[in-house]
């Protein structure tokens, strides 16, 4: 019988026949706030799943270990269950959102390298910053995991920074999220979607992310369709 495991900000997680097995439902929902706010978009689930998709088969046909097994319809794919790290890795390319005004700077300055920086996730607490040395101590993963997730980061960086400019736009920031199998191995989990990154068009600037949402610019479903356009388009050239 399948069973309802968790209902997220942005998808449900269904417990499947298989206990290794969960079946991942992207909602037409998005929330800015970490959920204060929270709107519905007809389409919005279709198109995170079909970018997240798109995205993962491409990460692991150039060599990362992810949860992803398979997409099962429009809006619902199948992925390794895993034990969630309850760490955010956000990498940053470019300076943007709330690194620019912690740091009181200009959206859209360099960086001279990419900065990495870990949250502990929780909405509760407004998913607080931690270091490493925080992260081990309260048991989140040892000092050999996070220098292996933040190896996988550097990683997923390099291909996608390379495949969004093919696709017209700036890789200006991103979220990952890992979690461990059954056997203990660290494997890249969640999504990959423009609700967890921000891409800017390359020659205009324009916002093509969960940003349209948050500053109210531009139709989120549409924005998100025109990135998996993109990137499909992108992938497709490549071969
Ligand atoms: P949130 O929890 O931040 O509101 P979502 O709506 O995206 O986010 O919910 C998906 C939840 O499922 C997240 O808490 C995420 O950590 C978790 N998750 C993602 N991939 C897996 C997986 N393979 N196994 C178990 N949990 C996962
Ligand atoms: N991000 C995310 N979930 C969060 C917080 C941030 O996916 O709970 C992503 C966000 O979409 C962006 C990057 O991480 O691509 C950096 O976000 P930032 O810290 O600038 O916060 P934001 O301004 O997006 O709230």
């Known amino acids: 019988m399948e069973k309802l495991l968790y209902t997220g900000k942005a998808k449900q997680m269904w417990q499947t026949d298989d206990p290794e097995v969960l079946r991942v439902v992207y909602m037409d929902q998005a929330t800015a706030l970490n959920g204060k706010e929270k709107d519905h978009f007809a389409g919005k689930g279709e198109a995170a799943n079909?970018?997240?998709?798109?995205?993962?088969?491409?990460?692991?046909?150039?060599?990362?270990?992810t949860h992803f097994i398979k997409k099962l319809s429009e809006n619902e794919e199948l992925v390794k269950k895993c034990d969630m790290v309850p760490l955010e890795f956000v990498t940053r390319n470019v300076v943007a959102g709330h690194f620019a005004s912690r740091y009181g700077l200009e959206e859209g300055s360099a960086l001279k390298e990419p900065v990495e920086e870990t949250f502990y996730k929780s909405d509760a607490l407004d998913d607080p910053f931690i270091n490493e040395s925080a992260s081990v101590a309260l048991g989140f993963a040892t000092h050999e995991e996070l220098a292996q997730m933040w190896g996988i980061c550097r990683k997923v960086n390099a291909l996608l920074t390379d495949l969004c400019a093919k696709a017209g736009m700036r890789l200006v920031d991103f979220k990952l999220e890992f979690g461990r199998l059954s056997n203990g191995q660290i494997i890249l989990?969640?999504?990959?979607?423009?609700?967890?990154?921000?891409?800017?068009?390359?020659?205009?600037?324009?916002?093509?992310?969960?940003?349209?949402?948050?500053?109210?610019?531009?139709?989120?479903?549409?924005?998100?369709?025109?990135?998996?356009?993109?990137?499909?388009?992108?992938?497709?050239?490549?071969?």
């Open 50 to 65: 079909a970018i997240s998709t798109l995205v993962f088969q491409y990460l692991i046909d150039h060599g990362i270990t």
């Open 189 to 239: 989990a969640d999504e990959f979607s423009p609700d967890n990154c921000r891409l800017w068009d390359l020659e205009t600037n324009a916002h093509l992310d969960k940003d349209v949402y948050r500053r109210k610019l531009a139709d989120l479903t549409t924005t998100y369709d025109e990135v998996f356009a993109r990137l499909e388009k992108a992938i497709a050239e490549e071969q």
